[in-house]
């Protein structure tokens, strides 16, 4: 299916603002040019031309370094992800979704690889990358995305960030089904020395939401951490 004229029209608007560069911290219009763009959230996730053209700025956005360019690449990600909440609430109307939703699977996936990151953006938009990989689960299970993510959650190069997105992936990637070995293994493992009390508490949540720990079994293990926190 052809991409809709008025998608063509956003893309070349967002391009073109990009180009000229926005004039203040105040100025807005890049933002809302990409808000413009995704006003139609199902047409997206129903029509892969529609998709892949809009994937194929996402390079652009990120690359973009103008006034405003960590607002305008986090509502770009926000709103791409989003897409997959639109498709759990929105029953397909055409054989299309599927192929839609490997195909913004696959570029979500790619935005979560690689290195570490450093900077906060980079950790942001892996944190909601992670996200709505999750929510995709509920529709397209990969487990290559939990393969990942089980990587991810254990390594101590991670930023706090990734580690927390990783693992709250988990519970959504698993929904009602009982997590696997290495999943629950992992938890476990992670829960015995966490970095800080943040990460325990949504390892401990986690936990729950998988059904390996219960409130009380999760509350003592917190009360411990803060004992052990004003011993020191």
Not at 108 to 129: H, N, T, W
Not at 187 to 201: G, I, Q, Y
Request: glycine share 8%; net charge negative; with cysteine.
């Amino acid at each position: 299916m052809p991409v809709p004229p008025s998608v063509l029209k956003s893309i070349q608007a967002i391009r073109k603002s990009m180009e000229s560069g926005v004039r203040n911290d105040r100025d807005l219009s890049l933002y809302l040019l990409i808000d413009n763009l995704f006003r139609k959230p199902v047409g997206i996730i129903d029509d892969l031309d529609t998709l892949t053209a809009i994937l194929a700025l996402a390079p652009e956005i990120e690359a973009y370094r103008g006034k405003g360019s960590q607002l305008v690449c986090r509502g770009f990600y926000q709103r791409l992800s989003g897409l997959v909440f639109h498709a759990q609430l929105n029953p397909p109307s055409g054989g299309a979704r599927d192929a839609c939703l490997e195909a913004l699977g696959s570029h979500l996936f790619q935005r979560v690889q690689g290195p570490p990151v450093r900077s906060e953006l980079a950790a942001r938009l892996r944190s909601v990358a992670w996200f709505a990989l999750g929510e995709l689960s509920g529709i397209q299970r990969n487990p290559e995305h939990l393969a990942h993510a089980l990587k991810t959650a254990a390594n101590p190069r991670a930023s706090e960030v990734e580690h927390e997105a990783a693992i709250q992936f988990l519970g959504p990637y698993w929904g009602g089904d009982d997590p696997d070995e290495a999943t629950a293994d992992l938890l476990f493992s992670m829960e015995k020395n966490p970095a800080n009390r943040d990460l325990l508490v949504t390892i401990l949540q986690t936990q729950i939401d998988l059904g390996l720990n219960d409130g009380f079994g999760a509350l003592c293990a917190v009360d411990d951490w803060d004992d052990a926190d004003e011993e020191e």
